[in-house]
């Protein structure tokens, strides 16, 4: 009896060790304001190369978020710049992030979804994180000329190699235990990525980047004109709809104010 007593003791022992190394990650997910929105656009214009749409014109808006693992952080593009003519948010990302109490030296990684103005505008405030970025786009924002639309100024730290950065060409499970994947969707831009959380209560959401502007390109296959690859903007947002179905994840597209309602206003946080 007292043997068995042991062995049973042993077998509850090496259970509550396996369940504090597979204990979830405490996490969350918080959207932030990263620009001022402007008048409804017409997106049969440039955001449509089959002219699917009319006269519709639709509410974009400038949405970054921040996602908490644990102690560590990781803020997922960055906006316009407080420069920014019209479009420059209200706050700062720094001061958003304050009122959570989160300060810009536990932003572990900074993952950029591309290299336009409106995704890169405040990264300079991070110069101690890593930035997860596309390789395709540290290409372009290293290059002797960067392109028309490449915002590398913002980047002049990791460049001079004064900060860490992690050009990517693949995906990447950032934290090690498939909480949050960097997703590579090129298309809309080179080395353009999403991002896919796995929230605790929430499920999975995917946040889109630029891989799709809005729902109806989402649901038609619809492409801006202005993309650097046509058929590649396509096979990302097949690649986002499998995922979507298969992890039962909701798609989060940053521009489109009908899909960041989805998630709670700040300061509140999908857990
Ligand atoms: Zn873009």
């Known amino acids: 009896m007292q ?47 089959t002219y699917g749409y009319g006269d519709l ?19 997922w593009d960055t906006g316009h710049a407080m420069t920014a003519p019209n479009v420059a948010p209200k706050e700062s990302i720094v001061d958003q992030l304050a009122k959570l109490g989160v300060k810009p030296e536990q932003i572990k990684y900074v993952g950029i979804s591309h290299y336009h103005a409106d995704h890169t505008g405040q990264v300079a405030s991070f110069p101690k994180s890593t930035v997860l970025i596309g390789a395709r786009e540290w290409e372009a924002i290293t290059a002797p000329k960067p392109a028309t639309g490449v915002n590398f100024k913002p980047f002049e730290s990791w460049i001079k190699g004064e900060g860490k950065v992690e050009p990517l060409d693949l995906d990447k499970d950032v934290f090690e235990d498939g909480s949050v994947i960097v997703l590579r969707t090129p298309g809309h831009t080179p080395g353009h990525q999403s991002l896919m959380v796995k929230l605790p209560q929430t499920g999975a959401v995917i946040l889109s980047g630029d891989a799709v502007h809005f729902q109806e390109n989402y649901n038609a296959f619809g492409v801006p004109a202005f993309n650097y690859d046509r058929a590649q903007t396509v096979a990302s947002m097949e690649r986002i709809k499998t995922i979507a179905t298969n992890m039962k994840a909701m798609l989060i597209i940053q521009h489109d104010a009908r899909d960041v309602g989805k998630l709670p206003a700040f300061p509140g946080a999908a857990k």
């Open 3 to 49: 043997r068995k007593r042991t062995i049973l003791a042993a077998f509850a022992g090496s259970l509550a060790g396996l369940a504090a190394a597979q204990a979830a990650p405490d996490m969350a997910l918080t959207r932030l304001d990263c620009g001022t929105p402007q008048a409804p656009t017409p997106v049969n214009q440039r955001f449509s190369d």
């Open 57 to 75: 014109k639709l509410q974009f808006v400038f949405s970054c978020y921040i996602i908490k693992h644990d102690n560590d952080y990781l803020l």
